[in-house]
C-alpha cells in the first residue's frame, strides 16, 4: 500500500521570497515519486521525479525536491517564488504493481504568491 | 501538436443521461488512463489500459466503461449520469511499462469538466 501526505492545504509566500511545500510518502517498496503542477483550469505538468538515483532532484522552473528516507519525506522547495507560480501543487507516490503503473496523489497544496 | 487530446473540454447534462470523453495521444506510448478530481481536486485512478488491455480497474461503478480501439485511444463512456459523476476527468499517457525500476511519468491531458444536472 502506498499514501502521501500534503501537509498544507494552502501556503502564501510573497514574490521573491522561498518557496517550501512538504509531502510525506508511506510505501512497502522502494517509491517513485514526483511533483506535479496543476494551473487555473489547466491538465497536470510533470515539475520532477524520484526514482532512486540522486536524493537532491531538479525540476523545471527552478524548482527542486529532496528525497529524505529517513524522514520519508519529499518536499518541495523554490528559492524565489514568482507571480507566475501560483498554482495547485500535488505530491504523487508511484508504484509498478505488476499490473501496472499505479500513482497515488496528494490532496493538493494550493500556492499563492503576493506582490 | 497536442500530446494528449481530450474531448469535449466541457460537457454540461441531465441526471440518468449517457455521455461519452474520448481521449487521443500522440506520443506513441502504450498506455493510458483515467483519472476523475473531484471537487476538492482529489486525484483518483479510474482505469489504465496497456496497449489496449485493461490492467488498472479501481472501484468504479460499472456505470463507466472505458474503450480503447487502439493504443492511441483511450475513450470513457458514462451510463445513467448521477450527480455524483461531476468532476474533471483527466485522461493521460506513458511509455511502456517499465517494471521494477520504477513508475512511470504521465503526460496529462487539460481535462474535461463534467456536470449533471
Known amino acids: 500500500a502506498q499514501s502521501v501526505t500534503q501537509l498544507d492545504s494552502h501556503v502564501s509566500v510573497s514574490e521573491g521570497t522561498p518557496v517550501l511545500l512538504r509531502c510525506n510518502y508511506s510505501?512497502?517498496?522502494?517509491?517513485?515519486l514526483f511533483w506535479y503542477v496543476q494551473h487555473p483550469n489547466k491538465g497536470l505538468q510533470l515539475l520532477l521525479k524520484?526514482?532512486?538515483?540522486?536524493?537532491l532532484v531538479k525540476g523545471i522552473n527552478g524548482f527542486e525536491a529532496e528525497f529524505k528516507k529517513s524522514e520519508t519525506s519529499f518536499h518541495l522547495t523554490k528559492p524565489s517564488a514568482h507571480m507566475s507560480d501560483a498554482a495547485e501543487y500535488f505530491c504523487?507516490?508511484?508504484?509498478?504493481?505488476?499490473?501496472?503503473?499505479?500513482?497515488?496523489f496528494g490532496t493538493g497544496t494550493q500556492l499563492k504568491v503576493e506582490l | 501538436d497536442t500530446a494528449v487530446s481530450q474531448t469535449p473540454k466541457y460537457l454540461v447534462t441531465q441526471m440518468g443521461n449517457d455521455k461519452s470523453i474520448k481521449c487521443e495521444q500522440n506520443?506513441?506510448?502504450?498506455?493510458m488512463y483515467w483519472y476523475k478530481q473531484d471537487s476538492k481536486k482529489f486525484l483518483k485512478i479510474m482505469f489504465s489500459?496497456?496497449?489496449?488491455?485493461?490492467?488498472i480497474n479501481e472501484t468504479v461503478p460499472n456505470r463507466f466503461s472505458p474503450k480503447s480501439p487502439d493504443k492511441a485511444h483511450l475513450n470513457l463512456h458514462i451510463n445513467s449520469l448521477e450527480l455524483g459523476d461531476s468532476a474533471v476527468y483527466f485522461c493521460?499517457?506513458?511509455?511502456?511499462?517499465?517494471?521494477?525500476?520504477?513508475?512511470?511519468?504521465?503526460?496529462f491531458g487539460a481535462g474535461s469538466r463534467l456536470t449533471v444536472l
Open positions: 524520484y526514482t532512486s538515483a540522486a536524493t
Open positions: 493521460a499517457s506513458s511509455p511502456r511499462l517499465q517494471g521494477a525500476s520504477g513508475a512511470n511519468v504521465l503526460t
Open positions: 504523487v507516490v508511484g508504484l509498478w504493481t505488476g499490473g501496472g503503473n499505479k500513482l497515488t
Open positions: 510505501s512497502s517498496y522502494s517509491p517513485s
Open positions: 489500459y496497456n496497449n489496449k488491455e485493461l490492467i
Open positions: 506520443l506513441g506510448h502504450d498506455t
